[in-house]
């Protein structure tokens, strides 16, 4: 299972980036897909699922409405499209899926809202 984040960077307040994850590995449309982010010194935090045809999502709070998870299984992509960003959703995000038991992760993409 590879999974490999993109689309971080440094943004301002009420800015817009669009991360994205491309999966490798597994059969991706049969797994729900999830969002993380880890602020240093604090754990690892869930931000946004999706089912495995995209019907349902989930949010963490705080994010619904500003934030949105979608998947094309056909390129095997996940992507986190955040909009109105705020200072403290600085972090590094991560794309997630759980198979065979256990948890895998990407690298992480490093997002900074700062003025």
Request: aromatic share 12%.
């Amino acid at each position: 299972v590879q999974l490999v984040e993109s689309g971080g960077g440094f943004v301002q307040p009420g800015g817009s980036l669009r991360l994205s994850c491309a999966a490798s590995g597994f059969v991706f449309d049969q797994y729900v897909m999830h969002w993380y982010r880890q602020v240093p010194g604090k754990q690892r935090e869930w931000v946004a699922s999706i089912s495995q045809s995209g019907a349902t999502t989930n949010y963490v709070d705080g994010v619904e409405g500003r934030f949105t998870i979608s998947r094309d299984n056909a390129q095997r992509t996940v992507d986190l499209q955040m909009n109105n960003l705020k200072l403290d959703n600085t972090a590094v995000y991560y794309c997630n899926t759980r198979a065979w038991s256990r948890d895998f992760w990407g690298q992480g993409t490093q997002v900074t809202v700062s003025a």
